[in-house]
């Protein structure tokens, strides 16, 4: 049995077909590429904050009395120019006042006339005296009547004050807007009695609005910010924007100033931005919507411009900054690059590539290192689609 075995397994040994050797089938790896392309390019930064008025403003009453005349536009959220009148507070002992202090004022000043013609009587009397009669320097004023002219010509100073208070009071129960508002919350109204010190409405300025906005100290290169005295040229524009439900709106805005201190919780900076005419009330403005104070709001703010930088998609850059380029032969190749440190969905690279360079868009692991790759579509790194702008952290 033995042997059967044996001579069956020789026979088919010895009859076996013979082997083919078959040379690996290399595959070649599809990718889409970007050409590196240096270029000054401004990394805008983005920010988001609250809407604020330049000036808010408590109107307190100054004077007593009962409220008698209330304006139709003294309501909340109705807007009033500089010099409109909201209220009136009742005049009339003010009225009165004003009668006594004039009243108060022609009789010091009738007083001063009786002094000073009294005066210059006593003085021709004085001159008629032999000079060997006349005695001392306080006698002499005493019988010019110098003490009583000077009391007269001080009565109606006083009186004068308590005409200019008198008048003053009565121009108090009169209040007006001190600058082109909007009435934020009114605490009085018809018929009330209020005191001096009582609190009558808010309002804020409604010329210029502003935000501010938080910037971490890494993000404070990229922009252009104002010194210590403000802007010595021309200011920093920056696009605020609303995204409601898809709806967004756009306003114009300038880099205004900077707080100048670093907050010592957070580590930021908090720079501030103005916008002209929120409530878009003048016919020279440039939006039609208004911004209203307290809306939440983002911000992208244009940057300064930095040299030699190649964008790229951020999908690409692999741990390490590494990245793959296709080089002469066609074969992908790691390269280690230096990016700047920013957010969105694109990357903006300072050094490891060279214009030219080859980058590869299509997503790899470390595995294809060294495989061939075949181009099947070239675009220039300045045209990669840039879905998002640098954000702020």
């Keep these: ?11 088919m040994y010895m009859n076996r077909p013979p082997s083919a050797l078959a040379e690996p089938e290399e595959r070649v790896v599809t990718v889409e590429v970007a050409e590196a392309v240096r270029e000054n390019i401004r990394i805008p930064v983005q920010a988001q904050g609250t ?36 209220l009136r507070i009742d005049p ?23 002094e000073e013609g009294r005066a210059q009587v006593a003085r021709q009397e004085w001159n008629k005296l032999p000079k060997g009669s006349q005695r001392s320097q306080q006698a002499k004023e005493l019988y010019l009547r110098v003490p009583q002219l000077e009391l007269a010509k001080a009565q109606v100073l006083a009186a004068m004050a308590d005409l200019n208070t008198a008048r003053d009071n009565l121009e108090r129960t009169i209040i007006t807007a001190p600058y082109d508002a909007l009435i934020r919350s009114k605490h009085a109204d018809l018929g009330e009695y209020v005191a001096p010190g009582s609190t009558l409405a808010d309002i804020f300025s409604v ?17 252009d910010l104002p010194g210590v005295g403000g802007y010595s040229g021309s200011e920093s524009s920056v696009d605020l924007y609303t995204d409601v439900s898809g709806d967004v709106n756009h306003w114009p805005a300038q880099l205004h100033r900077t707080e100048g201190v670093f907050d010592e919780r957070s580590r930021v900076l908090f720079t501030v931005v103005r916008i002209e005419d929120p409530y878009a009330l003048q016919e020279s403005t440039t939006h039609t919507l208004p911004l209203r104070i307290g809306t ?29 380029i296709v080089d002469k032969d066609m074969k992908l190749r790691n390269r280690k690059v230096t ?9 903006y690279v300072s050094a490891g590539l060279d214009d030219g360079n080859l980058v590869s868009l299509t997503s790899l692991d470390a595995t294809f290192s060294g495989a061939t790759v075949k181009i099947i579509s070239q675009i220039t790194s300045a045209t990669t689609p840039a879905a998002g702008t640098e954000q702020a952290l």
Excluded at 92 to 114: E, G, I, K
């Design 92 to 114: 009339r002992d003010y009225q009165t006042s004003l009668l006594r202090a004039q009243a108060a004022v022609a009789s010091a000043q009738s007083n001063l006339a009786q």
């Design 339 to 347: 990016v700047l440190r920013t957010g969105g969905d694109n990357i």
């Design 207 to 223: 010329d210029y609005a502003e935000v501010r906005l938080a910037i971490p100290q890494s993000k404070l290169t990229y922009l």
């Design 51 to 86: 809407v604020s008025p330049v000036r808010q403003t408590s109107i307190i009453s100054e004077v007593k009395g009962r409220i008698v005349e209330v304006s139709d536009s003294f309501n909340v959220g109705s807007f009033a120019r500089k010099g409109d009148v909201l």
């Design 296 to 324: 939440f709001v983002n911000a992208n703010i244009s940057g300064r411009e930095i040299e030699d930088l190649i964008t790229l998609p951020r999908h690409i850059l692999r741990p390490g900054n590494l990245v793959w």
């Design 1 to 11: 049995m033995l042997a059967a075995a044996g001579l069956v397994a020789a026979t």
